[in-house]
C-alpha cells in the first residue's frame, strides 16, 4: 500500500544531510514546530484529507462503527468511587458524547439498571457556554463529621490537553458556586485546606512554571480572592525551575491533619517535606525513594538498593516495601521493618490501605497475586485467592473511612477488577475479616460483569519467552486463533513500550478483538484471525522498578534490543514472517515503534507510530519534554547526546533504506508530547521518498481522542492500516 509523497510546505526544504550527525543536526521541518501556524496547520490538514481519501472505504467505516459500538455499549461497567454514602461515576455514551458526572446510591447500583443522579452534563455545559469543554476529573472537599460530600474542584479541559480550568461544584445544587473558586486553564496543580482555602500551584506569569511547564510554586488562595492576589501572595513552597514540579497538599485525615511539600526533580527523584512549627522538615529519605504516608505510618520503596542505619546498617534492594511509624522516623529511629520483598520473577505494583489492612498488588511473571497485610500482627500477610493464570486483578479499598453502622466492618470492604485478554473486565467487591489474615477472606461477590464483543472462545492466551542479545529472557503474551497456523503467514500486531516502569499487563479489549483477533479476509481470499502480541521489554515495571533502570539513558538500546527479540521470536516460532508482523505503539511507545522503524527495519512489515517521541535532538524544548531527561538524558550535554542520537528516530532516517509501511498519528491539542514531532518524521520521511501516512486530530489532548467517536476512529485507523499493509489487501 502507497500514498503520493507530495508535501504541503511554504518553500522547497535544502535536503537532509546524507553523512554522519554533527551536534546540531540540520533540521529543515523547524516551521512545523508552529502547532498552530497557518502554513503548519495547512499542512496537517492536507495530509490528513490525504490520510482520510486512502483510508475510508465501506468495509472500514463499518468497522469503525463495530469499534463504536463497544466504546458506547450501555453494559459495559459503570465504575465508581465511593464518597461518603454515594457513588460516583462518569459516563460516555453515543447520547452523551462529551458525558455526565453522575451518583447514585449502592442499594441502586446492585440494581441491572441503577437510578443515576445527573450532577453535570458536559455536553449540556457545552452549549449553553459555547465551548469545548472535556472532562477531567474533581477533587472533593473532606466535609465536616457526620455529614455528606458536597463541595468539589471539577477539572475541564478546553481542547482535551492536560491544562484544566477549576470551578468549584456543589453537588447538591448541581451547579457550579456563584463567586466560587476558579482557576483559568493551566497545568495547575491544587489541593482543599478547608472551606475557604486552597493550596494553588499555577501559571501566575513568568517564573510560576518550570521549565517542564508545571507549576514551580505554591500558595494560598483564600475565598473571593482574584489570580492577582494569588499572584502577588509569596509561595508557601517553591522549586528551581529546573526542577520537574512543586507543590503542597493538605492531608485532611481526621486525627492526622498535615501539609505535606513535593518538590519533584525529575520523573524518578523527588522530596518530601513536611510542615512542622512553620518550618518545612525533609523527610531524609534518598531522592530516589517512593514516600506514602497513611496515619500514622511512613511506607517506602527504594527505586535502587538502600543502605541505611548508623552502627548496623542495613541494605535494601530496590522494589522492596518498608514500614515504619512516622513520628519515630522523624526522631531518628531507623528500626524499618521489610513489610515485601521482591524475587527475581515477582514485583510490587501498588499498594492501597483500607481501615484496618494493606493490600499490595503483585506481579508474578507478569500475572497478578494479590496479598493482605496486616499491621496489627506485625505485617502477618496471607493471599488473596482471586488472580487465575495470565490475568491482571488488582484490588484496592472502597473506603477505609466508612462509617456505616448497619456494617461494622466495611472500612474493610475492597474492590476487586479482574480482567485478562479473552476474559471481560468484572467488578467485585470483598470484605477483609475481622481477624485479618489469621482468618483467610471469602470470596468477593461479583457487582459487574462487563459484556463479551467477540468469540472469546475461539482464541489462546499464551506466555513466551525471548532472549534478547545480552541472554534476558523476555516475556510476551500472544492472543490468536485456537487453530493457529504456524505457517508464518499470520497476520501479527506486536506493541509494547518499555519506559518509565510502566507495566503493560493482561486485558480485555472488545475493540482489539473486533478489529484485529476476529476473522477477516486477506488478499487471497482466505480468512484468517489476527494475532495480537504484548512485549514486556525493559524500561517497564513488570519486574519491578531494576527492570526499568536496566534500560534507562545510555542503556536505552536494551528496550528496542527486547523488542526486536521478541519479533525474531514470533519469526522463528512460525507466528509470522517480517511481511505479516507490524508493530504499533504511542508516546513513549511511539519511540519504541519509531526506532523498529528506523532500526529494524527488515522486522516488520508496518508500524503504527502514536503520538510519538521521534526528534531526540529538540525534544526537552517541545511540550512537557524537559520533564523526561531522567528517562532518555539532556541532548544538550554533548557526552548524553552521543547515546541519545544513537535511539533518535527522526535522525536516524536515511534515503535508499526499503522501510515498512508506516502511520503516524498525532494531535495538534497534545501539550504533552506535542504533534510536532510526528509532523516532522512524515515531512523528513517524504523528503527521502519515504511512503507514510499521517493524521493529527484536532483536539482530545496526548489520548488523540476526547471522545468516543475520536477514539474509534483512532483505534480503526491504526488497526486497518497495519491490517492492509500485512495482509496486501486494498
Known amino acids: 500500500m502507497s500514498q503520493t509523497t507530495d508535501a504541503a510546505k511554504p518553500a522547497a526544504a535544502p535536503p ?299 541494605t535494601y534492594a530496590a522494589g522492596t516495601l518498608l514500614a515504619i511509624g512516622l513520628e519515630a522516623f522523624l526522631a531518628g529511629d531507623r528500626a524499618l521493618s521489610t513489610i515485601y520483598a521482591p524475587t527475581a520473577t515477582q514485583s510490587l505494583q501498588s499498594w492501597s490501605w483500607t481501615r484496618d489492612f494493606l493490600l499490595l498488588n503483585l506481579l508474578e511473571d507478569v500475572s497478578s497475586k494479590i496479598l493482605v497485610l496486616d499491621p496489627a500482627a506485625g505485617w502477618a500477610a496471607s493471599a488473596l485467592d482471586a488472580c487465575p493464570p495470565l490475568h491482571s486483578v488488582d484490588a484496592y479499598a472502597v473506603d477505609d473511612e466508612d462509617q456505616d453502622p448497619d456494617t461494622p466492618n466495611a472500612g474493610n470492604d475492597y474492590w476487586l477488577v479482574a480482567t485478562g485478554f479473552l476474559t471481560p473486565t468484572a ?86 478483538g473486533r478489529t484485529w483477533l476476529q476473522r477477516r479476509a486477506t488478499v487471497d481470499g482466505a480468512e484468517r484471525g489476527g494475532v495480537y502480541v504484548v512485549a514486556n521489554i525493559r524500561g517497564g515495571g513488570e519486574y519491578g522498578p531494576s527492570w526499568h533502570t536496566a534500560a534507562l539513558q545510555e542503556n536505552r538500546h536494551k528496550a528496542y534490543e527486547d523488542f526486536a527479540a521478541v519479533a525474531r521470536d514470533l519469526s522463528a516460532r512460525g507466528v509470522a514472517s517480517p511481511a505479516h508482523l507490524g508493530c504499533a505503539g504511542g508516546s513513549n511507545g511511539g519511540l519504541l515503534v519509531g526506532n523498529m522503524l528506523t532500526q529494524y527495519p527488515e522486522l516488520f512489515g508496518a508500524v503504527s507510530c502514536g503520538v510519538p517521541l521521534l526528534d531526540m535532538r529538540r525534544y526537552t524544548k517541545l511540550s512537557a519534554g524537559a520533564s523526561w531527561i531522567a528517562e532518555y538524558g539532556d541532548p544538550d550535554v554533548p557526552e548524553q547526546w552521543a547515546f541519545i542520537k544513537t535511539f533518535s528516530p527522526y535522525h536516524l532516517l536515511r534515503a535508499g533504506v526499503s522501510y515498512p509501511a508506516t502511520f503516524i498519528w498525532t494531535a495538534t491539542s497534545d501539550d504533552r508530547v506535542g504533534p510536532v514531532q510526528a509532523r516532522k518524521m512524515a515531512a523528513r520521511m517524504e523528503s527521502l521518498g519515504i511512503p507514510v501516512w499521517f493524521h493529527e486530530a484536532l483536539e482530545g489532548g496526548h489520548a488523540g481522542a476526547g471522545n468516543n467517536a475520536q477514539a474509534a476512529r483512532l483505534h480503526t485507523a491504526s488497526h486497518e492500516f497495519l491490517w492492509r499493509a500485512l495482509t496486501g489487501a486494498e
Open 16 to 314: 537532509v544531510p546524507e553523512k554522519g550527525l554533527t551536534d546540531e543536526p540540520f533540521d529543515e521541518n523547524l516551521w512545523l514546530e508552529d502547532i498552530h501556524g497557518d502554513d503548519a496547520l495547512a499542512w496537517v490538514r492536507e495530509h490528513n484529507a490525504r490520510t482520510d481519501k486512502a483510508l475510508v472505504t465501506p468495509e472500514y467505516s463499518a468497522l469503525e462503527a463495530s469499534v463504536l459500538e463497544v466504546m458506547d455499549s450501555t453494559d459495559r461497567i459503570a465504575m465508581v468511587s465511593k464518597r461518603g454514602s454515594w457513588y460516583y461515576n462518569f459516563w460516555r455514551d453515543e447520547a452523551n458524547p462529551r458525558g455526565l458526572w453522575r451518583r447514585t446510591t449502592w442499594e441502586s447500583y446492585l440494581t441491572p439498571s441503577p437510578d443515576w443522579d445527573v450532577l453535570l452534563d458536559v455536553d449540556a455545559l457545552c452549549r449553553e457556554e459555547g465551548a469545548d469543554w472535556f472532562w477531567a476529573g474533581s477533587q472533593f472537599l473532606r466535609p465536616a463529621p457526620g455529614t455528606e460530600y458536597r463541595r468539589a474542584m471539577v477539572a475541564l479541559s478546553p481542547d482535551g490537553g492536560d491544562a484544566v480550568a477549576y470551578r468549584e461544584f456543589d453537588v447538591e445544587a448541581r451547579a457550579f458556586v456563584p463567586g466560587g473558586f476558579e482557576l483559568p486553564a493551566a497545568k495547575t496543580r491544587l489541593s482543599w485546606v478547608d472551606s475557604d482555602t486552597l493550596f494553588v500551584g499555577t501559571d501566575t506569569g513568568p517564573g510560576s512554571m518550570t521549565v517542564s511547564s508545571y507549576p514551580a510554586a505554591a500558595r494560598v488562595l483564600r475565598r473571593g480572592e482574584s489570580m492577582a492576589q494569588l499572584a502577588a501572595r509569596e509561595p508557601l513552597f517553591s522549586v528551581p525551575p529546573d526542577h520537574l514540579s512543586g507543590g503542597v497538599s493538605h492531608d485532611s485525615t481526621p486525627g492526622f491533619e498535615r501539609d505535606v511539600a513535593y518538590d519533584v526533580l525529575d520523573f524518578f527523584n523527588s522530596r518530601s517535606y513536611l510542615l512542622v512549627g512553620g518550618d518545612w522538615v525533609h523527610i531524609d529519605v534518598p531522592d530516589d525513594m517512593n514516600v506514602s504516608l497513611h496515619k500514622q505510618w511512613l511506607l517506602l520503596r527504594p527505586r535502587t538498593d538502600w543502605t541505611v542505619g548508623g552502627d548496623a546498617p542495613a
Open 427 to 512: 467488578l467485585l467487591r470483598g470484605t477483609i475479616p475481622a481477624g485479618g489474615t489469621a482468618t483467610p477472606a471469602g470470596p468477593a461477590a461479583a457487582v459487574r460483569q462487563a459484556p463479551s464483543f467477540f468469540k472469546e472462545a475461539d482464541y489462546r492466551v499464551e506466555q513466551h519467552f525471548a532472549v534478547s542479545d545480552d541472554g534476558t529472557r523476555i516475556p510476551y503474551f500472544q492472543v490468536g486463533p485456537k487453530d493457529l497456523r504456524l505457517d508464518g503467514g499470520n497476520p501479527t500486531l506486536l506493541g509494547g513500550y518499555g519506559g518509565f516502569e510502566v507495566s503493560r499487563t493482561p486485558a480485555y479489549s472488545g475493540a482489539v
